[in-house]
C-alpha cells in the first residue's frame, strides 16, 4: 500500500476527488496552467506599458488575451470530442509552452514591439481557447457522478487560488529580475505541465468508424444545444449571471483606485478577499447542496451577490468592504460553480467539450460584454452607479428568467446503452455513402393518437440530438391513426455513430412508443441510402 494512502483517506468531503490519482495529476495541471495564464497576462500588460504610452494598446493585451477563448471555443470544443483527448491536452499544452518560448527569446533579444506582442499574446489565447473544452470533457470521465459537483469546485478553487498567485508572482519577477523571466517561468510550468498530462494512462472508448467530419462535428453540437432544453436554459442563466458579476471583477482597480483613493496593495487585498471567499464556499460546497437545492443556490447567490457588491461601494472605507468581498467571492463561487456542474451533467460524454464549449461562450461572451458595458457606465457616471445599476440588473433577470429553472426538467439518464434495432444491410456499404433515410411506420388506437403526437415532439429532439439532419412525422390520409416518422442522416457512419450515441433514457423513449403501436409485430423499420443515377 502507498505511503500516501493514509492521508489521502483522511481528506476532509471537499477534498475527496483528490483520492482519484488521475484527478490528482489532471488538478496540478490545471492549476499550474492557470498560474501560467495569469502571469503571462501581468507580464504582457507591463511589458506593453514598456513599449508604448498608448491606453488603447495596453488595454487591447486583455482583448487579445480573451477573444481566441470566445471566437474558437466552438471549433476547439469539436476537435475535444473528434480526437484523442490526451493527445489533444498535450498538445495544446506544447502550444502554450512554445509560445512561452518566443516570447521569452523576443523579450530577452529586445525584438517585441506593440504589434507583436499582440500577436503573441493572441496566440498565448488560442492555446487557451483550445485547452478548456478538452479538461472540462475529460473530468467526468475519472470522477464518479455524485462527486462532480465537487471535481468542479476544486476547479474553481484552483482558478481562484491562480488568481491570487499569478499577478503575485509575476510582479515579484517583474521587481526582482525582469517581465522575461516570468515568460520564461510559464515555459517550464507548462512543459512540467506536459510532463504531467503525458504520464496520465486514459482509457478512452475507441470507436470502428471514422472520424467525425470537423464541420459536421461543429453543426452537430450547435443542434445538440438548440434541442436539448437544460443546456438551453442553463447558457441563458450563465450569460445572464456573467453579465453581472463582471461588473464587480472589472471595476475593481477603479475600485481600489478611485473609490477608496488605494494603490495596488488596495486592490490585492480586495482580489485576494474575493478569492478567499470562493475558496470558502469550495470548502463548505458538501454541506450547502445538502441544504439547499441547485436552483436554490444560484438563487440565493445571485441576490446575495448583487446585495454585498453593492455594499462595497456604499461602505465608507476598505475594511468594511473586504468582508463583503468574501462574501461576494462565496456567492459568486456557488453560483458558477452551480451552472457548471449542471452543464456537465447535461451532456453525454460524446458530445461534452462541444456542449461546454457553448458553455464557456457564453461565459465569456456574458463577461465581455459586461465588462464594457458597466465601464461605459461608469465612464458616464461614477462606479457607484455602475455597481448598483448592474445588482439590479441582475436581481431584474433572476426574476424574468424564473421559468428557466435548473431543477425544472427531469433529469435525463445519459448513460450509453445497446439499443435494440441494429443494422444488417444486403450489402457492404461505404461509410461516406448517402443521405441515409430511416422510416418508422406507427399504427395508433385513435383515442390515444394525442398522446403520441406528444412523444413524437420528444422523439423529435432525441433524433436530431443522435445527428439526423432532419425529422418529420407523416399521418395516412385514408388510415386514421397511420403514422409514418422519418429522419435522415448525412451518411451511413453518421447513422451508425447513432448506435454510440442511444442512451438509458432513448431506450426508454423507444419503449414507450412501442407501447402505442397496436399491430402483434413491432413497428416496421426500413433504411434507405440515396442512389447515384445519371442524368
Partial sequence: MSTRTPFISKLPVWLTPLKFPAFRALWSTWLVANICMWTNDVAAAWMMTSLTTSATLIALV??????????????????????NRKRFFVFTQLWVAVTAIILFVCATFKLLDPNLLLILTFINGIGLAMRWPVYASIIPEIIPRDSLHLALGLNSIAMNTSRILGPL????????????????????LSLLATWIVMRWKNQSYVSTLPGERFFGAMRLGAQYIRQSRPMRSILLRSFLFYTQSS????????????????????????????????????????????????????????????????????????????????????????VANTLGTASQLSLPNWIRARGMSFYQMSLMGGSAI?????????SSSNVTTSICISSVFGLVALVSIRKHRLDGHTSEDLSPVC???RPHPSRDIDPDEGPVMISMEYHINKSHVDDFKKLMVKTRRSRLKQGALSWSLFEDAEHQGKFLEYFVFETWAD?????????????????????????SSPPKLTRRIAAAIKS
Avoid at 486583455?62 to 480526437?83: E, M, R, Y
Avoid at 471567499?277 to 450547502?288: D, E, K, R, T, Y
Avoid at 439547499?292 to 440565493?300: D, M, N
Avoid at 459586461?370 to 461608469?378: E, N, Q
Wanted: contains cysteine; glycine residues 8%.
Fill in 169 to 188: 508572482i509575476a510582479g515579484f519577477i517583474i521587481a526582482a529580475i525582469g517581465t522575461e523571466f516570468v515568460f520564461a517561468l510559464n515555459m517550464i
Fill in 495 to 519: 447513422y451508425l455513430r447513432r448506435f454510440d450515441r442511444f442512451t438509458a433514457d432513448d431506450l426508454l423513449m423507444q419503449e414507450e412508443r412501442h407501447r402505442f403501436h397496436i399491430d
Fill in 370 to 378: 459586461g465588462a464594457f458595458l458597466w465601464g461605459a457606465i461608469t
Fill in 62 to 83: 486583455q482583448t487579445a488575451s480573451n477573444l481566441p477563448v470566445l471566437l474558437l471555443g466552438v471549433p476547439c470544443g469539436a476537435l475535444a470530442d473528434i480526437l
Fill in 419 to 421: 439499443p435494440i434495432e
Fill in 247 to 334: 461588473c464587480l471583477l472589472a471595476l475593481l482597480p477603479v475600485i481600489a483606485k478611485d473609490h477608496f483613493e488605494g494603490n495596488a496593495n488596495t486592490f490585492t487585498l480586495l482580489l485576494s478577499s474575493l478569492g478567499l471567499g470562493a475558496i470558502v464556499a469550495g470548502s463548505q460546497l458538501q454541506h450547502l447542496r445538502v441544504r439547499w437545492r441547485p436552483q436554490e443556490l444560484a438563487s440565493y447567490g445571485i441576490i446575495i451577490l448583487s446585495t454585498s457588491s453593492v455594499g462595497v461601494v456604499l461602505v465608507p472605507s476598505i475594511w468594511y468592504a473586504l468582508p463583503l468581498m468574501v462574501i461576494a467571492g462565496m456567492s459568486w463561487f456557488c
